[in-house]
């Protein structure tokens, strides 16, 4: 079936970068693109971007800009989202998620916990 | 940016019990709007799309309506398996956003 699986929990000093994968099966990975989501501990969703499977083509929120890069290897069918210049307030759970058009995100990885400490 | 604000924060209920939970956004997202169920330790599931579609394999006791700028989600008869934390999340315009969560305790 179809799923996204992510790459191993990360501990982090302040100011390093952190690079998360997630890898696709089960469907054809060009076809839809993945969306990035964390959720801080105890807090709601908050949405970080989005990567074209296709294009690559690339939108991230205003408030990660200028510190986060978003690509894919379609060979691999996997997606990746890297953050810069962690920051404490960076410790999140963060997900992978396929973007089926407008209708939502359909399929989730498992998260992915990053800890600044 | 479209704001998305969902009420109440925080809702207790019994199983059989009716239970509403609206989503108001901050202009109109056209019939954009999707619902997810987070439970404690799992990611979000996808629950409807497109304000009213159900998601397959989702139970027929969900159900979402609305347009332009309110929204709900409707649980008809609360069973055990749906106390947990509910989302509206926009895909009309991007960057997309979420509502803070409603979240619904026994």
């Known amino acids: 079936q179809s799923q996204l699986v992510q790459s191993e929990p990360e501990v982090k000093q302040p100011g390093a970068s952190v690079k998360v994968s997630c890898k696709a099966s089960?469907?054809?990975?060009?076809?839809?693109?993945v969306t990035w989501v964390r959720q801080a501990p105890g807090q709601g969703l908050e949405w970080m971007g989005r990567i074209s499977a296709f294009s690559s083509g690339t939108t991230y929120a205003q408030k990660f800009h200028d510190r986060v890069t978003m690509t894919r290897d379609s060979s691999t069918s996997t997606a990746y989202m890297e953050l810069r210049s962690l920051r404490f307030d960076d410790t999140a759970l963060y997900y992978c998620a396929r973007e089926n058009g407008n209708d939502g995100f359909d399929i989730w990885g498992q998260g992915t916990m990053v800890t600044v400490s | 940016d479209i704001q998305m604000t969902q009420s109440p924060s925080s809702l207790s209920a019994s199983v059989g019990d009716r239970v509403t939970i609206t989503c108001r956004a901050s202009?109109?997202?056209?019939?954009?709007l999707n619902w997810y169920q987070q439970k404690a330790g799992t990611a979000p599931k996808l629950l409807i799309y497109?304000?009213?579609t159900l998601q397959s394999g989702v139970p027929s006791r969900f159900s979402g309506s609305g347009s332009g700028t309110d929204f709900t989600l409707t649980i008809s008869s609360l069973q055990p398996a749906d106390f947990a934390t509910y989302y509206c999340q926009q895909s009309y315009s991007s960057p997309w956003t979420f509502g803070q969560g409603t979240k619904v305790e026994i």
């Open positions: 497109a304000t009213s």
């Open positions: 202009q109109s997202t056209g019939n954009y």
């Open positions: 089960g469907y054809t990975f060009i076809a839809y693109g």
